[in-house]
């Protein structure tokens, strides 16, 4: 909107709500993190700004009557799915948890509001995948529930972690230390947890001599040798990061043949000499370890899904990769519309951003420059006068967008939620935090947020 003079920016989102992944998947105890909520409100105050909430886009909308209504479209929808293992007892067993959904349900995503997880089966866990979100899940199970009481964590999930059982935790990984994805920020402040105490790392993953390490690997590396500072005497819980194993199956007692009892895990070997190589891979062994678990959590990554309709507008999906294939810059390609047979050509006006646009990496400062750089292409695109919806060459038409679609879209008897609408859902959650001693308490169903409307 910045660029182009009296563009017009409609957003629409499934939920009530915005903000997507910071308010569902950051932590509640990561506040700053969620700052870029007041940037986000700034833009949404614009007259040239509407948030049309609580629709489904190519259910409620088919993405066919949006494209005549605009003059471009840019996915940004995310990841909404996970990755699986693909190994025995995964989807049989008592106990076993997608990390995704444990981290909505304690942030009050609708989708997980009747996740209710049993975190009183026993005291042993294990995390499987060592990126920020894995951290995120044995941080949120080994903090006090005192020190999150004043967050934005839902009073259902206060309550269920105020009975947990939970001891030790170990985050579990296929490659080594210096390979792992999560950031030293997260490692740092699980050292700091009070009466919580790190298990020592096998030294052997690491470099005889780590001050030779580029510096992110050398900081990671000390801190996981110094560890934690909690004397033994005064942690009552412990967490350890265990490398260089591979899940092979869950595994259950057989006097009860229901519940998770324990992890099968591969060894592996990195097949490069060189344990400091971020990309070295690994190789399964035939060696095996078993490690007990009463409770597991499954953090190997999301993916993102097609949009319906988007193959009647010939717009591409990759289904493995789990992207909308773009060039760096975020514009949609399509593989036949080149002059060649082999010579893939922008699709007009269809952009991309996000994970849907690059796979579910990085973090929120991450997707937000992105987001950044497609806009910025968007708006030098309309500059250079390029292909967008359509427009032949040199003849644009004004297109209506959401004013043109609204009288249309209500008849049908879909409930949509304005800007307006979410700032009065705003004020009804800070008001509920208030009178519990915290930031907000989320509504975590759609027709509770709808209610405040009524």
């Known amino acids: ?187 740092r402040e699980l050292m700091t947890l009070r009466n919580v105490i790190f298990e020592p790392v096998d030294t052997s993953l690491l470099t005889a001599d780590p001050t030779k390490l580029p510096r992110s690997q050398k900081r990671l590396a000390q801190l996981l040798m110094k560890g934690s500072q909690t004397p033994i005497s005064e942690s009552s819980k412990s967490w350890a990061l265990n490398f260089m194993l591979s899940p092979i199956s869950f595994d259950s007692l057989e006097a009860s043949a229901d519940q998770l009892s324990s992890i099968t895990f591969a060894k592996t070997r990195l097949q490069e000499t060189d344990c400091s190589d971020p990309a070295a891979k690994v190789t399964i062994t035939t060696d095996q370890v078993s490690l007990p ?76 420059e992105d987001a950044f750089s497609t806009a910025e292409v968007i708006a030098s695109d309309w500059e250079n006068k390029a292909m967008f919806l359509n427009t032949a060459e040199g003849n644009r038409v004004e297109r209506g967008g959401w004013n043109a679609l609204k009288d249309s879209i209500k008849s049908k008897g879909l409930r949509t939620v304005s800007w307006a609408d979410w700032q009065k859902i705003d004020v009804a959650e800070r008001d509920r935090g208030a009178k519990r001693g915290k930031e907000r308490e989320k509504f975590t169903t759609v027709k509770e947020m709808l209610e405040v409307l009524d």
């Open 1 to 187: 909107m910045s660029r182009i003079e009296n563009a017009v920016v409609d957003m629409y989102e499934q939920l009530p709500s915005p903000f997507g992944l910071v308010r569902f998947g950051v932590a509640p105890d990561h506040r700053e993190v969620k700052n870029c909520q007041d940037k986000f409100s700034e833009v949404a105050s614009s007259a040239r700004f509407n948030f049309i909430g609580n629709v489904s886009i190519g259910e409620d909308i088919p993405l066919s009557l949006l494209k005549s209504h605009y003059d471009a479209l840019l996915f940004a929808y995310g990841a909404s799915k996970d990755r699986q293992l693909g190994i025995p007892g995964e989807d049989k067993l008592k106990g076993i948890y997608s990390a995704r959904a444990f981290v909505g349900w304690y942030n009050g995503l609708p989708e997980y509001a009747d996740l209710a997880p049993d975190l009183s089966e026993g005291e042993e866990t294990v995390i499987v995948g060592q990126g920020n979100v894995a951290l995120d899940v044995a941080r949120t199970l080994l903090t006090g529930v005192d020190r999150l009481k004043s967050t934005d964590i839902t009073d259902q999930a206060l309550d269920t972690l105020s009975k947990s059982r939970v001891k030790r935790v170990r985050v579990v990984g296929r490659r080594g230390p210096l390979q792992a994805s999560f950031t030293i920020r997260e490692i």
């Open 293 to 368: 678990a009463s409770l597991a959590f499954k953090s190997i990554g999301y993916k993102s899904q097609a949009m319906l309709g988007m193959d009647n507008l010939g717009i591409p999906f990759d289904e493995r990769l789990g992207i909308i294939p773009n060039d760096p810059h975020g514009r949609v390609l399509s593989s036949s519309l080149g002059p060649g047979d082999l010579t893939a050509a922008h699709l007009s006006g269809i952009y991309c951003a996000g994970w849907v646009k690059r796979g579910p990496t990085g973090v929120i400062a991450t997707t937000m």
